[in-house]
């Protein structure tokens, strides 16, 4: 019989937001009056803005008059020019076009950047963080076993409490990997400028390799703090950033990110030898993808246009008053809620010591409202619960006062 991959064994239950899909079809079956409001899962609830629906249009107006076949793997120049200058030269930021790689989702590119690391290499987390960082190296075997509390061996655990802001630093050991998000989710905490100052100079004193997750930069409201860690000084010389147009243009269903890995990072061999990063994910990435589809990366450069640019900073403007009307009414009716000032997420603390999983029930039972609980997204986050703020504002004002009833608020 065909041997597996055993490692997936080592995994303890099914990926979080299946479950709560699973769960939610459970409670609706069972109850098909009641009106489930989702603030789950971080998907955009808005319709693509005007600018990119007419650059969809014009990209298929153009594949039905010419052939357009195999494109770039690493991307269309048009949309990485657009990249280099509006998220990076705009932050005086120099990124070469061959350092950016076009791809189909951050998610999968946070998975698939480790294929590039020896199976040997250590890395750290902070906790709670997004789930995909730790599966997919204990898919590789990068890991051992979990331990009762559910932190795999092999992996150190960064807690990112309220007495730290939900922003560790670097732990105080050498590790090979580190994985940050800034904003981050679960928890909507962003980094600062002195934060990710700390963690490159631990990085080039450690030759560790930082794995950024840039993915919800547009909600930043304070121009003050960093959109990409390549703003800090160094940063070009050990660490690969990954960003998205799924949270700030509405992509999640069309399928268009890129991960900058500049030519500067560097790793090494088994017999010593420096080797660029920027190599390996090349030949991994011309490999193993071929590439996002013309129209698609015709719609991601409409983004950068000075109408998508408007239109889209409207949707961000929107989501953003809802994490405001959610931190501030969950707030006003006793919870103690974090986040959701530069991200579109608001971190809460479940009431009366309940556990994660339990008062997503709970809120499920009592207010038909779905959530995402903390414990999901790693240890540290159990007794913590996420809620999102991608819905619209009606369902948003519905949920609150459904929840504040449902808790006796």
Request: glycine residues 10%.
């Amino acid at each position: 019989m065909t041997r597996i991959n055993d490692h997936y064994q080592k995994l303890q239950a099914g990926y979080l937001f299946p479950e709560i899909g699973r769960r939610v079809a459970a409670f609706q079956q069972d109850n098909p009056d009641a009106a489930v409001i989702k603030l789950g899962i971080g998907d955009v609830t808005l319709p693509l803005v005007p600018a990119i629906i007419e650059a969809l249009h014009a990209a298929v107006d153009e594949m039905g008059s010419q052939a357009y076949g195999y494109g770039p793997e690493n991307g269309y120049p048009f949309l990485k020019e657009a990249i280099a200058q509006h998220d990076y030269a705009a932050r005086g930021v120099e990124i070469a076009l061959d350092e950016i790689f076009v791809s189909d989702g951050s998610k999968q590119d946070s998975g698939n950047v480790q294929e590039i690391f020896d199976v040997g290499n250590t890395l750290c987390v902070t906790d709670p963080s997004y789930p995909v960082y730790v599966d997919t190296n204990v898919m590789a075997g990068r890991t051992g076993d979990a331990d009762e509390t559910g932190r795999f061996q092999g992996i150190t655990y960064l807690p990112a409490t309220e007495d730290n802001a939900f922003t560790p630093g670097p732990p105080n050991e050498r590790v090979d990997l580190a994985y940050l998000c800034s904003p981050n989710n679960p928890t909507g905490a962003v980094a600062t400028k002195e934060n990710l100052a700390q963690w490159v100079a631990w990085a080039r004193s450690n030759d560790a390799v930082i794995l950024f997750d840039a993915a919800y930069d547009a909600f930043i409201q304070d121009p003050e703090l960093p959109r990409s860690i390549f703003e800090i000084e160094g940063a070009t010389e050990c660490a690969i950033e990954m960003r998205s147009f799924s949270k700030r243009a509405g992509f999640t269903g069309t399928r268009c990110a890129y991960m900058t890995v500049p030519k500067a990072v560097m790793g090494r061999s088994a017999s010593g030898e420096a080797v660029s990063l920027n190599a390996l994910w090349s030949r991994r990435h011309s490999t193993k993808f071929n590439e996002v589809p013309y129209v698609i990366q015709k719609a991601a450069a409409a983004v950068f246009s000075p109408d998508g640019a408007a239109q889209t900073a409207e949707q961000v403007a929107y989501y953003m008053e809802n994490a405001r009307r959610i931190r501030g009414g969950l707030g006003d009716a006793g919870f103690a809620v974090f986040g959701g000032e530069h991200a579109p997420y608001i971190w809460m603390r479940t009431p009366g010591g309940a556990s994660s999983w339990d008062f997503f029930d709970q809120l499920l039972e009592r207010s038909h409202v779905v959530g995402t609980p903390g414990s999901g997204f790693g240890p540290a986050g159990e007794g913590y619960f996420r809620i999102s703020a991608f819905n619209s504002h009606e369902n948003v004002d519905e949920a609150i006062e459904r929840i504040r009833k449902g808790f006796g608020s």
